[in-house]
């Protein structure tokens, strides 16, 4: 069946996959709204589940197996078909999706960048020498290494509520997080300031959502193509494209960010060492629909300027 006469078959009832923290569950209910809006009749029923990154609490996630540990069970819901598609933060869609899995729509960004945290400082640039900063990515921690070396940067794991929990408890001074969790959560209130893409750059695909499905059901990618958004989607996939090509994933410090600029991508890399000692940018400009070509290219540019040596030692 192709995608257009799948298309021309609207749905009876999709089952979408979703962890259970409080940020998951409302990414699935949003795309069920746009959905049951998009197919009125269509019954949108969420399966719910907890996968081992929700799990493991304990350690940072370079440690215990990357940010895979939160697509692994949905994909599992895919297969056994309990569910037609799994919906994901694009920051936590391993790199490498391969058959049966497909990648099927991007939605629309929310606010791709960071977020300054902290209930007694109102910026980065306030926090006192030894301060403690809290981040649950090697991303941010080299960055802040980089920027700001007097301030103590430890981990910090759980899901939003607990990382905000910790924060009140007095755990930390401040601590980074993604701006569009907050803002998706209605709490947009809790950001003192957000970070420019020149101090914290973004994870590759933050603050866009996914939709996954099986590769051999074309009706299901016909029937969430009208979610997709070609903008968001040349972005993420240029930005993928870098930390593919230089084997990102949470074990690597590792920033790509592109955004839609003048009728071209502006696409923004970096590699570093976690302690921010070493950094190396590199930044490339192109057409949106050589989105890949372009991430790869730009991933070549900063193997040569030096991140191939960083990358062999980490």
Known sequence: MSQSQAAAQPPERIVIATRESRLALWQAEHVKARLEALYPGCTVELLGMTT??????????????????????????????????????????????????????ISAREVPLDAFVSNRYASLDDLPPGAVVGTSSLRRESQLHANYPY?????????????????????YDAIILAAAGLTRLGLSERIRGVLP??????????????????????????????????????CVRA????????????????????????????????????????????????????????????????RAAGAAEILATL
């Open 239 to 302: 930005e993928r494209a870098v930390a593919r090509a230089l084997a990102g994933s949470c074990e690597v410090p590792l920033g790509a960010f592109a955004i839609e600029d003048d009728g071209q991508l502006w696409l923004r890399g970096f590699v570093a060492r976690p302690d921010g000692s070493e950094f190396v940018r590199a930044e490339r400009r192109g057409p949106l629909d050589a989105a890949e070509a372009l991430g790869q290219a730009l991933a070549d540019e900063l």
């Open 151 to 171: 301030l103590a940067v430890t981990s910090l794991r759980g899901n939003l509520d607990t990382r905000l929990r910790k924060l009140d408890e007095g755990q």
């Open 52 to 105: 081992r990154g929700d799990q493991i609490l304990d350690r940072p996630l370079a440690k215990v197996g990357g940010k895979g540990l939160f697509v692994k069970e949905l994909e599992t819901a895919l297969l056994d078909r309990r569910a037609d598609i799994a919906v994901h933060s694009m920051k936590d869609v391993p790199m490498e999706m391969t058959d049966p899995f497909a990648l099927v729509t």
């Open 197 to 234: 893409a020149e101090v914290s750059l973004p994870a590759a695909g933050q603050g866009a959502l996914g939709i996954e499905a099986l590769s051999d059901r074309p009706e299901v990618a016909a029937w969430m193509a009208p979610l997709n958004d070609a903008t968001t989607s040349a």
